[in-house]
């Protein structure tokens, strides 16, 4: 038996079970910590503040990567993380089968 035949039996086994029909639900997508979206945004940030971090003045010449400046970078990484979420969740969704109340 393939998965969708017997997701297909489970329903007809439940909806005879409870003798109601099913509705379908879903969810937009999969929990956003689940995404390699969500492990690139939070990695990119990381080598930002790393970044900040190390790079220090040196004799002569000012500290050239601020923590402002690495808190802008954060601010532009995460307005694209929930742009590229938000293009996520517009466009698809998991459904699943479920008796109706």
């Known amino acids: 038996m393939t998965a969708t035949h ?4 489970t329903a007809t086994a439940v ?3 409870h003798g109601r029909p099913l ?3 879903s969810t937009e997508t999969k929990s956003a910590f689940k995404t390699t979206e969500f ?3 939070v990695v990119a940030v990381l080598g930002v503040l790393l970044a900040s971090l190390l790079v220090k003045h040196t004799s ?3 500290d050239y990567f601020r923590a402002d400046k690495a808190w802008f970078y954060i601010v532009l990484l995460t307005i694209g993380y929930l742009g590229s979420r938000g293009l996520a969740k517009s466009g698809s969704s998991d459904h699943h089968n479920a008796p109706r109340d």
Do not use: C, M, N, P
Request: zero cysteines; aromatic letters at 6%.
């Open 6 to 9: 017997q997701t297909d039996a």
């Open 60 to 62: 002569g010449h000012l």
């Open 23 to 25: 509705r379908r639900l």
């Open 15 to 17: 909806q005879a079970e």
């Open 39 to 41: 492990v690139i945004y």
